[in-house]
Each structure stands twice: as structure tokens, then as C-alpha cells.
């Protein structure tokens, strides 16, 4: 299933993604942001788990933020992953 995520405290304001049996794919991240991370990223994470993702990029910051791009990605996962379970349930 297809995810939009609206960002907090980063430069990106987006992140699109798609999640599928809690499988991370497609991810993007629009309106703004570093571009060569922003490319390496989703590349990165492509076809892992909800699972590896949080563990690899949860916590992380960017200068004196509380979060980063990386950890938005893991909250809109999260967030989506949860969605994802109650339709199945």
C-alpha cells in the first residue's frame, strides 16, 4: 500500500513510500532536503523490513534536531505498519 507522510523538524516535508506485508519499497522524500542523502536513503532501506529499518535508523538526529530524515522515515513506517496490521486484522 502506498504511504504519504508529512515530516517534522526536517527539511524534506514529505516522505512517500510503499509498505507491503511490512516490507519498505518506492520510498521518496520530497520538498526539499540534502539531495545525495535523500537519493542514498531510500536506496539504502529498499525491500527491508519495518523491522531492520527501525533498528538501523531509529534515534538518529541531524545537527541540534531531536530527529533526523532518517528517523522520520522510521515514524512514518511505523505509523504505516500499524495501519497495516489492524486492515489485516
Known sequence: ??????????????????????????VQF???GCPGNLQALPRL???MSVEE???????????RKNTSCADQLVKAIKK???EEKKVVS
Not at 526536517?10 to 513510500?17: A, N, S, Y
Not at 529499518?53 to 545537527?63: A, D, R
Open 30 to 32: 520530497l520538498y526539499g
Open 1 to 26: 500500500m502506498k504511504y504519504h507522510y508529512k515530516t517534522e523538524e526536517v527539511c524534506p516535508k514529505e516522505i512517500i513510500f510503499e509498505l507491503n506485508d511490512g516490507i519498505l519499497s518506492h
Open 53 to 63: 529499518v527501525t533498528q538501523k535508523l531509529e534515534g538518529i538526529k541531524c545537527g
Open 45 to 47: 532501506v529498499e525491500n
Open 80 to 82: 504505516a505498519y500499524e
